[in-house]
Nanobody, 134 residues
Framework: QGQLVESGGALVQPGGSLRLSCEAS????????IGWFRQAPGKEREGVSS???????????????VYADSVKGRFTISADSATNTVYLQMNDLRPEDTAVYYC????????????????????WGRGTQVTVSS
């Protein structure tokens, strides 16, 4: 059993930036996909971005990162295997990015583009609030 702890959420103005962190203790990044998800009031939880170790994804002839269309070009996911921490750099934030952001973990079986579906993930953090407002 592991633990997922998000941090970095804040109130930020439109056009601003934030970096979220997910400390994924007990979920080795060379075995587990770590995904970022968000949920706004009245909306379904949606996938934002997911990552798997590139050495592992290469063995599946797969990509190592995937992004929702709504954040492509603005958000960047990265991982530090030494600390088992996954980051989400969020730039050019918009009011519609306002949500509770969660990280989640699940073992990887290829086809990373499918790992933007919340139902695939069995382990979840408690979330961090991101509010984009002037």
């Amino acid at each position: 059993q592991g633990q997922l702890v998000e941090s970095g959420g804040a109130l930020v103005q439109p056009g601003g930036s934030l970096r979220l962190s997910c400390e994924a203790s007990g979920f080795p990044l060379n075995d587990y996909v770590i995904g970022w998800f968000r949920q706004a009031p009245g909306k379904e939880r949606e996938g934002v971005s997911s990552i798997i170790d590139s050495g592992l994804s290469t063995t599946y002839n797969d990509v190592s990162t995937v992004y929702a269309d709504s954040v492509k070009g603005r958000f960047t996911i990265s991982a530090d295997s030494a600390t088992n921490t996954v980051y989400l750099q969020m730039n050019d934030l918009r009011p519609e990015d306002t949500a509770v952001y969660y990280c989640a973990a699940v073992k990887y079986y290829g086809l990373l583009h499918l790992y933007l579906r919340p139902t695939r993930f069995g382990y979840w953090g408690r979330g961090t609030q991101v509010t984009v407002s002037s």
